[in-house]
């Protein structure tokens, strides 16, 4: 029957936290619903490749809010933390927090699951609210953000068939030591709809559209208030990436279509700590940041994306910001809108800009073929000092890579 765990306190269904044990068996809840939870853990810490949990809803009557230990990763989502196995035909729709304080490990937040390693999550949906507080702060540290699964590590971790119908709020601040190359070249703050970070597959999932959602308001001396379903307002962040459906692919992302507003706001003062507060941002659609060799295919975005900030580096793309890899048969449609603008804080806007109707900077190993922009482009108040450089194009914003106008 159904579940109501009101004034119960628990721990965890299985709580080995070194994952030196695992559940192995079956867990089938039978079509039924977990309410009144109020929890600081996952349902299961780790669960074996033996494992399925399926047939199971927890509802909005539940709520978690994860805390970082002083030893160990945070691998954090309301059923699993550290995923090996099946999850079937499950449904969460409790809000879930991070709380605050100065962390210095890796943090892996899903709605649903935390880490996805040789284990698969298919016909699941998450339809509560993430929230990460603004004073959750992380030094040099990869922190992962999925509607779905904060991180999927392995080649063969999947999420198939699963859909996105809440809402992501990252207030979280990102800090480096310094600007060397590592910090550069790899985005760490990653937010997806489904997955902050794809190594493995992502096949036919969908994110929806929350109104009003997220709202973020401005202020340079009148209120500018803007609204989205997949949000990020930092005022410091070195380097990220957020898109509708992952923030970063390793892997594949075939299939999937966005239909959230993805709202990125960046608000620090410009001085000479700029490039610390924020230097590369990646927004897209469908992928913000696509590595080399990896695969976008078969995708919609269908949501606005609205971009306010003053990073020194900007990338926007209606299907990927940065792509290194492979796109094809993607198609960013007439609903979206691509916007982007200043913060409002100050009277700069970002300094380089790379914006394109389905790539903002397609890279020379990059493969395209057969896509489509139908969206319109809006840019306003970017930098315009010496020195700088801006690419806005109807389909790609700067292409170094061969392209065959037939396709």
Same mark, same amino acid.
């Given at each position: 029957?159904?579940?109501?765990?009101?004034?119960?306190?628990?721990?965890?269904?299985?709580?080995?936290?070194?994952?030196?044990?695992?559940?192995?068996?079956?867990?089938?809840?039978?079509?039924h619903t977990i309410s009144g939870l109020a929890a600081t853990t996952p349902l299961f810490?780790?669960?074996?490749?033996?494992?399925?949990?399926?047939?199971?809803?927890?509802?909005?009557?539940?709520?978690?809010?994860?805390?970082?230990?002083?030893v160990a990763e945070l691998d954090a989502g309301a059923v699993v933390g550290y995923l090996? &196995?099946?999850?079937?035909?499950?449904?969460?729709?409790?809000?879930?927090?991070?709380?605050?304080?100065?962390?210095?490990?890796?943090?892996?937040?899903?709605?649903?699951?935390?880490?996805?390693?040789?284990?698969?999550?298919?016909?699941?949906?998450?339809?509560?609210?993430?929230?990460?507080?603004?004073?959750?702060?992380?030094?040099?540290?990869?922190?992962?953000?999925?509607?779905?699964?904060?991180?999927?590590?392995?080649?063969?971790?999947?999420?198939?068939?699963?859909?996105?119908? &809440?809402?992501?709020?990252?207030?979280?601040?990102?800090?480096? $030591?310094?600007?060397?190359?590592?910090?550069?070249?790899? $985005?760490?703050?990653?937010?997806?709809?489904?997955?902050?970070?794809?190594?493995?597959?992502?096949?036919?999932?969908?994110?929806?559209?929350?109104? $009003?959602?997220?709202?973020?308001?401005?202020?340079?001396?009148?209120?500018?208030?803007?609204?989205?379903?997949?949000?990020?307002?930092?005022?410091?962040?070195?380097?990220?990436?957020?898109?509708?459906?992952?923030?970063?692919?390793?892997?594949?992302?075939?299939?999937?279509?966005?239909?959230?507003?993805?709202?990125? /706001?960046?608000?620090?003062?410009?001085?000479?700590?700029?490039?610390?507060?924020?230097?590369?941002?990646?927004?897209?659609? /469908?992928?913000?940041?696509?590595?080399?060799?990896?695969?976008?295919? &078969?995708?919609?975005?269908?949501?606005? /994306?609205?971009?306010?900030?003053? $990073?020194?580096?900007?990338?926007?793309?209606?299907?990927?910001?940065?792509?290194?890899?492979?796109?094809?048969?993607?198609?960013?449609?007439?609903?979206?809108?691509?916007?982007?603008?200043?913060?409002?804080?100050?009277?700069?806007?970002?300094?380089?800009?790379?914006?394109?109707?389905?790539?903002?900077?397609?890279?020379?190993?990059?493969?395209?073929?057969?896509?489509?922009?139908?969206?319109?482009?809006?840019?306003?108040?970017?930098?315009?000092? &010496?020195?700088?450089?801006?690419? /806005?194009?109807?389909?790609?914003?700067?292409?170094?890579?061969?392209?065959?106008?037939?396709?």
């Amino acid at each position: 029957k159904d579940l109501d765990l009101k004034n119960f306190e628990y721990s965890v269904i299985w709580p080995d936290a070194s994952y030196k044990k695992e559940f192995k068996g079956t867990f089938d809840g039978d079509g039924h619903t977990i309410s009144g939870l109020a929890a600081t853990t996952p349902l299961f810490k780790a669960t074996s490749s033996s494992s399925t949990i399926q047939h199971l809803t927890i509802d909005d009557r539940c709520s978690y809010t994860f805390t970082h230990s002083s030893v160990a990763e945070l691998d954090a989502g309301a059923v699993v933390g550290y995923l090996r &196995g099946a999850l079937q035909d499950v449904t969460v729709e409790a809000n879930i927090s991070l709380a605050g304080g100065d962390i210095s490990k890796v943090t892996a937040l899903g709605g649903i699951a935390g880490r996805v390693v040789v284990g698969k999550l298919e016909s699941c949906c998450y339809s509560g609210n993430i929230v990460v507080p603004d004073d959750f702060t992380v030094a040099a540290q990869k922190t992962y953000i999925g509607g779905l699964v904060g991180d999927i590590t392995n080649a063969d971790g999947l999420i198939k068939d699963s859909d996105f119908m &809440g809402t992501i709020d990252n207030q979280g601040q990102l800090t480096v $030591p310094s600007e060397d190359n590592d910090y550069k070249n790899n $985005p760490h703050l990653l937010i997806g709809g489904i997955v902050g970070l794809n190594t493995g597959t992502v096949d036919g999932c969908t994110t929806y559209n929350q109104n $009003p959602g997220i709202t973020v308001i401005l202020n340079d001396g009148s209120d500018h208030p803007y609204s989205g379903t997949i949000v990020t307002h930092s005022t410091i962040a070195y380097h990220y990436a957020i898109a509708g459906i992952a923030g970063r692919n390793d892997g594949t992302v075939t299939d999937c279509t966005n239909n959230a507003v993805v709202l990125n /706001i960046f608000s620090a003062e410009r001085g000479t700590s700029g490039n610390m507060n924020g230097r590369y941002l990646e927004v897209g659609g /469908i992928v913000g940041y696509n590595s080399s060799d990896k695969t976008i295919s &078969g995708c919609t975005n269908n949501g606005g /994306i609205i971009t306010r900030a003053n $990073p020194k580096m900007q990338y926007v793309g209606g299907i990927v910001a940065w792509n290194d890899g492979t796109v094809s048969s993607c198609e960013n449609s007439s609903t979206a809108t691509i916007g982007m603008g200043t913060s409002h804080i100050t009277p700069y806007g970002a300094r380089m800009t790379y914006v394109g109707g389905v790539i903002g900077h397609n890279r020379s190993s990059a493969s395209v073929s057969n896509i489509q922009n139908n969206a319109t482009i809006t840019v306003s108040r970017v930098e315009s000092t &010496g020195g700088v450089t801006h690419r /806005i194009g109807g389909v790609i914003g700067q292409n170094d890579a061969a392209i065959d106008g037939t396709d």
